[in-house]
C-alpha cells in the first residue's frame, strides 16, 4: 500500500504518527511524509529564511530514516489557510503519494495550522480523484482511508484504535531527534519543562497504557462518505 502522513509543521508527523509509520515501513509498504508549512517562525534567533532551510533539512533526515518521500509544500508557517492555492498544493500532494490510507490533524487541535491543514487534507480526498479537477498532476483513481492523528499531549482527542509502537519506539524517538531546532524552540515559548521528546514520550506511554502495550500510537477513524476502507488497514490488524 502506499502511506501518506500529512503535517502542519516540520516534527507534527513524528510526534503524532511516526511509530505506525516506521512499522508500514518496515512492513514493505511507500511511506510520504508530507509538511505543509516550512516552519519559518521556530526559533528565537534566526532569520525565517535560515530556520526553513535548517527545518527543510531537519525533516530531511527524519524521512531518511524509515525511508519515507518528503512532500515539502512550503507554506508560510503560522499563516496556513484554507484557500484555493493551498486546497490545490494539499490535491497535488495526495496525487503525488496515490495513498490507500492517510492520517491527518484532526478537528479539536489546539493548533489552528493543524486544524487547517487536517480539514484542507480531508477536503482534497476526492477532488484528488476527480479528472477535471485539474492541477499540476494527474488524477488517482482510487479515495483514500482517512485517519485523525493524535493532539499534541493527547489534549482533546480519545482514540478509538490504538497501534503498538513498542518494536519501533527508538526509530521514532530519533526521528523526533532530527527536529532539534525546536527542543530550544519549544522551552523558550512553551516554558523550560518543555522538551517535545519528553512530551512524546509520555504520551505514547500514556497511549500504550490505554491501549495496553508499552508504546502505542491513537487514532481515529473519518467516517465520512464514501467508506473507502477498515481499521485492518493499520499495522497490527492483519497487514
Ligand atoms: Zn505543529
Not at 492555492?85 to 487541535?109: E, K, S
Request: net charge negative; proline share 5%; aromatic share 8%.
Amino acid at each position: 500500500m502506499n502511506i501518506l502522513a500529512i503535517g502542519a509543521h516540520p516534527d507534527d508527523i513524528e510526534v503524532q504518527c511516526a511509530g505506525t509509520l516506521a512499522r508500514y515501513a518496515a512492513a514493505g509498504h511507500k511511506v510520504f511524509m508530507a509538511v505543509a508549512t516550512n516552519g519559518n517562525v521556530g526559533s528565537p534567533t534566526l532569520s525565517r529564511e535560515e530556520i526553513a532551510n535548517v527545518r527543510h533539512a531537519e525533516q530531511q533526515a527524519s524521512c531518511a530514516i524509515i525511508g519515507a518521500e518528503l512532500i515539502w509544500m512550503d507554506f508560510d508557517d503560522e499563516w496556513l489557510m484554507n484557500d484555493r492555492p493551498t486546497r490545490t498544493r494539499f490535491i497535488d500532494a495526495i496525487r503525488q503519494a496515490d495513498p490507500d490510507v492517510m492520517f491527518i490533524h484532526g478537528p479539536t487541535d489546539y493548533h489552528p495550522d493543524h486544524r487547517i491543514s487536517g480539514q484542507v487534507a480531508e477536503d482534497a480526498r476526492i477532488p484528488a480523484s476527480v479528472r477535471l479537477v485539474e492541477t499540476a498532476l494527474p488524477h488517482i483513481s482510487k479515495i483514500p482511508h482517512v485517519f485523525y492523528m493524535d493532539n499534541p499531549a493527547g489534549v482533546g482527542f480519545e482514540p478509538e484504535v490504538y497501534v503498538d509502537t513498542t518494536e519501533v519506539f527508538e526509530t521514532k524517538r530519533q526521528m523526533l531527534l532530527c527536529h532539534q531546532s525546536q527542543d530550544s524552540w519549544m522551552r523558550a515559548i512553551y516554558g523550560e519543562h518543555t522538551s517535545i521528546t519528553d512530551m512524546m514520550t509520555d504520551n505514547s506511554k500514556a497511549r500504550g497504557l490505554a491501549g495496553g502495550y508499552a508504546h502505542a500510537e491513537g487514532f481515529r477513524e473519518v467516517k465520512t462518505y464514501p467508506r473507502t476502507g477498515t481499521f485492518a488497514m493499520l499495522p497490527g490488524f492483519g497487514v
